[in-house]
DNA sequence: CTCAGCTCCTGCGGGC
DNA sequence: TGCCCGCAGGAGCTGA
């Protein structure tokens, strides 16, 4: 489940391995993932230099030397598998050698500098795309996208103006990607419990002083899962290159019938479905 | 415009 | 032990 903070890993620990490397052969191993790959994008990304990686929502955009850039959703079960590189934080000291093809192993990107990236994706809920790099901003699938909530663009007057007159449930406004730009099913659950917001009150009716510190949550929760994962692709000491999930603690999301860990709170993490999803929330600190 | 519900896909875990 | 069923969920799509 990549949202926010696992792409911008994931993006991280692409870097040594993509970004001002040249594509030396990109090997398509099915026609298709969620939607059908263009039938010449093999051949315009072999050849291609990856001048930037990047992140946007959770997406990750490879800008070409070619005036292209690469769209990649990771869906629900995409990752990141990188060999034959040596392994960035002890430089020189092992190599990981390419092990064999595994199911589901869709794309791979052979890289001039020996790196061998694969894309993994049992589910094909994810996605790749070429689309012209000045063109980007209007592609279907990042158009109408909303601002990064890491962003100065996010603050609490922009969100109260979205929020404002929405009867539906805090957590799926959080969720619809045109409102902000990044959060899933789980991070939303965690930043309503930092704001010790109910997830089932509805959009418009929160409190603007409330809506500030939901703004708050939203960032400071992101960025400790940011770091998190930064530390784990630091500590990072296996030798199968594998980037795209980390350990993780979560407060609420997936302690159903677990003691809140608000101190003092007596209250137990309760599940409830919305929109066919689960939250995960404590009753008495969320209101 | 808003909003709820359906859909895609595979792996996994629970129940029998 | 094996089989079936339901669930997980990002996000596009449909229809009210």
């Given at each position: ?86 392994a ?8 990981f ?64 103006s979205?929020?404002?007159g ?5 957590k ?18 965690e ?30 929760t ?7 994962g930064g ?14 999930y980390?350990q ?5 999301y ?34």
């Amino acid at each position: 489940m990549p949202e926010l903070p696992e792409v911008e890993t994931v993006c991280q620990g692409l870097l040594p391995a993509m970004e001002g490397v040249r594509i030396a052969r990109a090997e398509l191993r099915r026609g298709d993932l969620r939607w059908p790959f263009a039938p010449d994008m093999a051949a315009r990304l072999t050849g291609a230099r990856v001048v930037q990686l990047r992140r946007r929502s959770k997406y990750l955009l490879a800008d070409l030397d070619r005036g292209e850039s690469l769209i990649v959703h990771l869906g629900m079960s995409g990752r990141m598998v990188i060999s034959g590189l040596a392994a960035p934080h002890v430089p020189g000291q092992f190599r990981f050698e390419h092990p064999a093809l595994e199911k589901h192993d869709h794309v791979i990107f052979h890289m001039e500098n020996g790196a061998r990236v694969t894309f993994n994706d049992p589910r094909r809920f994810g996605a790749m795309d070429l689309c012209a790099t000045e063109a980007l901003e209007v592609h279907p699938l990042l158009a109408g996208i909303g601002p990064e909530p890491l962003g100065n663009e996010f603050h609490a007057a922009y969100l109260a103006s979205r929020l404002k007159g929405r009867r539906t449930a805090i957590k799926a406004a959080l969720l619809d990607q045109r409102i902000v730009a990044g959060l899933g099913n789980i991070y939303v659950s965690e930043a309503l419990f930092r704001s010790r917001i109910s997830p089932r009150r509805a959009a418009g009716r929160i409190a603007a002083a409330r809506i500030e510190t939901l703004t708050q949550a939203i960032r400071d929760t992101l960025t400790d899962a940011i770091e998190a994962g930064g530390s784990s692709l630091r500590d990072y000491r296996q030798a199968n290159g594998e980037l795209g999930y980390f350990q993780h603690s979560f407060r609420v999301y997936g302690r159903e019938g677990a003691l809140c860990v608000t101190p003092g709170c007596p209250g137990e993490v309760r599940r409830i479905v919305q929109s066919a999803r689960s939250s995960f929330y404590c009753p008495r600190c969320q209101r």
